[in-house]
């Protein structure tokens, strides 16, 4: 049985911003044939019936002050919603208002995972190496015109602990592994990540304060969540190894800033992606840290986002549009399909952040 009506799709984004046009673009070359795609950020922008039929709900990837407000006056009128996307990474922001409605309650989740990691990779990586090739030191003896020929470190043989092992721990873990790291993973359920190629030799540690005290390079890449919010606190930097150096690059909420403020000079480097508060005031003290590295939540905000992010979301598409295909053509398929469908209900549910009642029915 064929669908009725196309699918519809609606865009929580700003239509007038240049971007919106570029993901619009990409969108129409992804989307089926006859789906219908709408721009907008209020209800009077759309067409009451368009709301009221919307299948998918896009959120935009650049987040304003009162998105979150103007989202939460589409949801009670959505009650067709069987699928939430962001192209962000981060959701936090919206699980309440989601959560709130019903039909949002009951549509997965899905976000940008997997789109930036290697990017921010790359930046845990060069924060490491700031910090182990003491490049402060090098460009201040460059300034001073000084030759020194002092002993350089090595990455190899070092400790890296990660704070939370999901997709950007596991990046960075395969970057480490190449540079011959040790690694250590700190996560809530292990038995989830140990059969990944990225844990491979990797020892995992029940105690956050002995990967702190035990590690020379310690990752933070947790989400923000009520658990983990100053997940890293006093417990942890308190104890931290004499000379190590700390990053973080999940949310800023993580981490309990006043306490790394009062044991910053156990370590040798501290960079700082995210922020307990964005943008990070100019009368923070983190700002005066001697031996920190601080960039503007902008690790991943690289030339190809768009394009990573749209990328990510066209593979979540698929696999949404196969399962939609099946409960259309057949609600009650055989053995062997049904076998398949499920496989591809879990895959998807793999990408998924909240799950309440799956629409996709196994």
């Known amino acids: 049985m064929a669908r009725s009506a196309p699918l519809r799709v609606l865009f929580h984004v700003a239509p007038a911003e240049p971007y919106a046009l570029r993901f619009q673009e990409r969108l129409h070359r992804i989307l089926p044939a006859d789906a219908e795609l709408q721009l907008g950020l209020t209800l009077s922008e759309f067409s009451p019936k ?103 470190n090595c990455l190899r043989g070092k400790r890296v602990g990660f704070i939370g092992f999901g997709n950007i721990a596991q990046q960075t873990a395969m970057l480490c592994r190449a540079m011959r790291m040790k690694l250590v993973a700190h996560c809530r359920n292990p038995q989830t990540v140990q059969d990944s190629p990225f844990a491979a030799d990797a020892e995992f540690c029940d105690s956050k304060g002995e990967v702190f005290r035990s590690c020379d390079f310690i990752v933070c890449t947790l989400p923000k969540t009520p658990q983990t919010e100053h997940y890293c606190d006093e417990s942890c930097f308190s104890v931290a190894k004499e000379g190590s150096v700390f990053l973080s690059l999940g949310r800023g909420q993580a981490v309990d800033e006043a306490a790394l403020l009062r044991h910053s000079d156990r370590f040798s480097g501290i960079v700082l992606d995210v922020f307990e508060r964005e943008p990070l005031p100019e009368a923070s003290p983190l700002w005066q840290l001697p031996n920190a590295l601080l960039s503007s939540h902008n690790a991943d905000l690289v030339e190809s986002y768009e394009e990573d992010t749209v990328q990510v979301f066209e593979e979540r598409l698929k696999e949404f549009w196969l399962l939609m ?36 029915h196994v």
């Open 50 to 152: 368009f709301v009221q039929s919307a299948e998918v709900l896009l959120l935009s990837p650049y987040i304003g002050g009162d998105t979150v407000k103007k989202v939460a006056t589409l949801l009670p009128e959505m009650s067709q919603l069987r699928w939430v996307h962001s192209f962000t990474a981060g959701v936090d922001a919206f699980l309440e208002i989601l959560r709130s409605h019903e039909a949002s309650a009951k549509a997965p989740l899905t976000n940008a995972k997997g789109a930036f990691s290697w990017s921010l990779a790359e930046y845990a990586m060069g924060g490491m190496l700031y910090f182990n090739k003491q490049l402060p030191k090098l460009q201040q003896h460059k300034e001073m015109r000084k030759w020194d020929r002092f002993p350089m």
């Open 325 to 360: 295909t099946w409960v259309m053509e057949d609600p009650a398929p055989p053995k062997k399909v049904r076998r398949r469908w499920k496989a591809k209900v879990l895959e998807m549910e793999n990408h998924v952040l909240n799950l309440g009642v799956n629409i996709f």
